[in-house]
């Protein structure tokens, strides 16, 4: 009896370190130390000396040089060894830090990009709007391991994106899988010259079926349908997403090269495409309104919604659409398509080089109707 009471406790301790081994995804632990093997892979032990496994690690072997040119705002909660932004800083000379969201610019026109650091997955959600203009107007954003369970809401309309699990895919049964590049992702610059061992791992389960319409997704885990980088490109910017985290104390925190240029291609101006339509302004309004959209609504009334664009050269058949978002998505891009609720679209029209034209759309509680 007593052997297997002994028995017990040793198992109960075994999940007990595993459960805080996996709640960081990181190398260190108060009840766990790790062994170096050579160069080989990293042994975590229990605190009695009882090994829970072994995986291995891919640190960079030498400290790449500074990028000078990249202007970058790294946001994180983290400190020590938990800390990326500590890391984006060794790499790329103009980084600013910012670690309180009170604390985050209210201008970010002065970064190329903003990387949120690990666990910050909902941290920053009340500032997606202003995330979103900044990377439609050429800037970038780079979001690593969210570690939360559920939508991670900072991304634009089309990103939609969902963990459904802050562990690693396979988890308790396996250890953290490779992963591979897809077909998109073997011929992208942000993987030009690497192989999979370069990148920093998958640490939460994000399924491919989960993703918004605008991800592509450039590699995945070995033997699941779950997401370990994703980019896309938004307006004149880039939006890249990867389930590891760099920092220096995590289990798999990617070489140097990887992190440099997965930073750099996020910050680089997406490649134009379509004609050069820009919306310069909205307004909501029931009878009278102004830019501002100063004058107050009454609730239950019918409401038009006015958008101004412009075009700095002729574009003809330019139609607009006017739709209800789904809010359990938390997107203004994801619009209801069944027969109650059709969208309505402006009928086409040309814009003038250098000037505005407005298009009038207007819903009703019953589904959007067509307007002039």
């Known amino acids: 009896m007593a052997s297997n009471k002994a028995m017990a406790w040793r198992i109960v301790l075994a999940v007990a370190g595993l459960i805080l081994l996996i709640a960081p995804c990181m190398t260190a632990y108060s009840d766990t130390k790790e062994e170096l093997v050579g ?42 060894g938990r800390d990326p932004c500590a890391r984006i800083s060794t790499l790329f ?40 203009s900044r990377v439609f107007e050429g800037g970038g954003l780079v979001v690593e391991q969210p570690n939360i369970a559920g939508k991670v809401g900072v991304y634009p309309g089309g990103f939609e994106m969902e963990v459904t699990d802050n562990a690693w895919p396979g988890w308790p049964d396996h250890w953290p899988p490779p992963v591979e590049f897809t077909s998109a992702g073997a011929n992208h610059p942000i993987l030009t010259g690497l192989t999979p061992d370069d990148l920093s791992g998958n640490f939460d389960t994000v399924p491919i079926r989960a993703l918004g319409p605008a991800w592509t997704v450039l590699a ?3 033997g ?8 896309g490109s938004y307006g004149q910017g880039r939006i890249t997403f990867h389930s590891g985290n760099i920092s220096r104390s995590a289990m798999d925190q990617g070489s140097d090269r990887y992190v440099q240029q997965l930073v750099r291609w996020t910050a680089s101006p997406a490649a134009a495409t379509g004609p050069d339509l820009q919306v310069k302004a909205i307004e909501v309004t029931q009878a009278v309104q102004d830019l501002n959209n100063s004058v107050d609504l009454i609730a239950h009334k019918r409401t038009f919604v006015r958008v101004h664009v412009r075009s700095s050269r002729p574009v003809s058949s330019v139609t607009a659409q006017l739709g209800e978002s789904a809010m359990e998505r938390r997107s203004i891009q994801r619009w209801y398509q069944s027969t109650q609720r059709q969208p309505s679209t ?16 207007s819903c009703r509680k019953r589904g959007c109707q067509r307007a002039t």
């Open 220 to 222: 995945k885990s070995v």
């Open 346 to 361: 402006s009928r086409p029209t040309q814009t003038a080089a250098a000037s505005m034209t407005a298009f009038c759309l």
């Open 93 to 132: 000379a103009n980084t600013t830090i910012v670690r309180q969201a009170a604390s985050f610019p209210s201008d970010l026109s002065s970064y190329d990009v903003v990387y949120l650091g690990y666990g910050e997955g909902d941290t920053l959600e009340a500032k997606r709007v202003q995330l979103a």
């Open 224 to 231: 699941y349908p779950h997401v370990a980088l994703a980019a």
């Open 39 to 80: 160069d080989g892979p990293v042994r975590l032990v229990t605190a009695d000396g009882n090994l829970l496994g072994e995986m291995q690690t891919h640190a960079p072997a030498v400290q790449a040089a500074a990028i000078e040119d990249t202007r970058v705002l790294c946001f994180t909660r983290e400190v020590d």
